[in-house]
């Protein structure tokens, strides 16, 4: 990995006036926020502090997030503004900001500790690229504000040229998905969330079970001594192009799926979920090449 300087982006959180809560989840809570000194509108992500403050693989993923991003230095990834490390007892000065009671989009008050990991990074006000999908499917297309055929196009092309350059870079995502492309402004994908990605040294393959299931590729979690390279984003956007086209994953028994681990199984035997009707021909073909096992 390339040495990169990281004391330029420390920031302090009281340089910052946190909004409204918009976004949350195992992970930590993302705030709207307002740089003071020059008004800029940011997105600033807390982490949760873990139960267990010797645990070093969430202090990896932290790591991740804060230098991958300045490795790439891409247009097609939202950029990193700032960071700040967890504070340490000592650091728990009168004059830090240490928790806050903040209003959810539900209206609601959530008390959250803010003595975690800070992340700042620029904020894509139309937000995540799951929720519109998941609004335009349902409604058939009627619901096509922000998303319709032509925008669905530009943005898998997007994240498609995007991820090309990362891994150009030797870098693995581990975790692409719907949840962690975001549209900016002009609806252009924004690449995001970072704490699982890999710099590869030498192009050594990886060996670590990491991802989202229904993303994972099937050499990530095979048994033995199975690896894999940046071909697991490439499965990973197989499922992002059938989950831009549809809600429904059937498999050829058309039997539910109960279970992650039933799933999992299914993809290690060498099945793949059905052509849903809605998946023009030329879409269903690049996603069959994608995740050939």
């Not at 600033?44 to 202090?59: A, G, P, T, W």
């Not at 700040?84 to 209003?103: H, Q, V, W, Y």
């Not at 995001?192 to 050499?219: H, S």
Request: a neutral charge; one cysteine or more.
């Amino acid at each position: 990995m390339q040495d990169i300087a990281l004391y330029d982006a420390l920031i302090e959180l009281e340089s910052y006036e946190l909004k409204e809560i918009i976004g949350q989840g195992s992970f930590g809570i993302v705030f709207k926020a307002i740089e003071k000194a020059t008004g800029q509108i940011v997105a600033l992500k807390v982490i949760q502090k873990s139960k267990n403050l010797d645990d070093k693989k969430e202090q990896t993923n932290i790591l991740r997030e804060i230098t991958v991003p300045r490795i790439l230095n891409l247009p097609g990834i939202v950029k990193l503004l700032g960071f700040r490390f967890p504070l340490t007892d000592e650091g728990m000065t009168p004059d830090k900001l240490l928790s806050i009671n903040a209003k959810d989009k539900y209206n609601h008050t959530k008390y959250v500790d803010l003595t975690g990991a800070i992340i700042v990074t620029e904020l894509m006000k139309n937000g995540s690229l799951d929720s519109y999908v998941k609004d335009y499917l349902d409604s058939k297309g009627m619901k096509n504000e922000v998303l319709n055929p032509t925008v669905r196009t530009k943005i898998l092309f997007g994240i498609a040229a995007t991820m090309k350059q990362v891994h150009k870079r030797n870098v693995i995502h581990r975790d692409l998905k719907l949840e962690h492309v975001f549209l900016d402004d002009n609806k252009e994908p924004r690449i995001a969330d970072f704490g699982l990605a890999k710099v590869m040294v030498n192009k050594v393959d990886m060996t670590m079970v990491v991802g989202t299931p229904f993303y994972m590729a099937p050499e990530i979690f095979a048994d033995g001594e199975e690896t894999y390279t940046v071909s697991v984003d490439v499965y990973a956007f197989a499922f992002v192009m059938y989950k831009m086209f549809s809600n429904l994953v059937q498999f050829a028994d058309l039997k539910a799926i109960r279970s992650p681990q039933q799933y999992l199984r299914k993809i290690e035997q060498g099945q793949r979920p059905l052509k849903p009707a809605s998946i023009p021909e030329p879409y269903w073909e690049l996603i069959q090449k994608c995740w050939d096992q």
